[in-house]
T-cell receptor, first 115, second 117 residues
């Protein structure tokens, strides 16, 4: 199993809503990542978890709240978002942040639209 | 600081022909990885090919090969016998090597590849 699974694939929410994005991997990877990607742009790193602890926070606004309940799961809780937060949110995983092969495995992404 | 530059925002190629996508990077490190990722309209980022900086031999994966010039900090991707399914956005990416605790992947701005039948 070399998959990273993200749900939902599409999400539309209002600025006052609370929603969550979910990510799951069963490759035994100990590092998990959230990226934000705007159209025709490269992904921008948001958060990195290593061994279930937050390792990197790229100064992301507090309306985005990550959570890593266990080594296979990664959530991104969303609250009071702005229309400019509309984007594709990509989850990725790797063996660990030292990266034996260096490779990140990506999910298909969750397309978020904030109205 | 690590930077990755892709100077070709768009490229096109005829089916069955060969195309080369350019990438340069800037780093003061000696241990690092370089990658080419492909992102088709289906949006999933898919690893195309990987190169470890300590390996002198250029990586090859079927129709995909790289020209890794470490001194010049250049990492180009050659796609041979292009197929319609190769049409996608291609991102060059850099990551610090095994000794690093940082898992950050630095991306170039991408090259949109069109394949004409």
């Amino acid at each position: 199993d070399t998959e990273v699974t993200q749900t939902p694939k599409h999400l539309v929410m209002g600025m006052t809503n609370k929603k969550s994005l979910k990510c799951e991997q069963h490759m035994g990877h100990r590092a998990m990542y959230w990226y934000k990607q705007k159209a025709k742009k490269p992904p921008e790193l948001m958060f990195v978890y290593s061994y279930e602890k937050l390792s990197i926070n790229e100064s992301v606004p507090s309306r985005f709240s990550p959570e890593c309940p266990n080594s296979s799961l990664l959530n991104l809780h969303l609250h009071a978002l702005q229309p400019e937060d509309s984007a594709l949110y990509l989850c990725a995983s790797s063996q660990d942040i030292r990266g034996h092969t260096g490779e990140l495995f990506f999910g298909e992404g969750s397309r978020l639209t904030v109205l | 600081a690590q930077t990755v530059t892709q100077s070709q925002p768009e490229m096109s190629v005829q089916e069955a022909e060969t195309v080369t996508l350019s990438c340069t990077y800037d780093t003061s490190e000696s241990d690092y990885y370089l990658f080419w990722y492909k992102q088709p309209p289906s949006r999933q980022m898919i690893l195309v090919i990987r190169q470890e900086a300590y390996k002198q031999q250029n990586a090859t994966e079927n129709r995909f090969s790289v020209n890794f010039q470490k001194a010049a900090k250049s990492f180009s991707l050659k796609i041979s016998d292009s197929q319609l399914g190769d049409a996608a956005m291609y991102f060059c990416a850099y990551r610090l090597g095994r000794g690093s605790t940082l898992g950050r992947l630095y991306f170039g701005r991408g090259t949109q590849l069109t394949v004409w039948p």
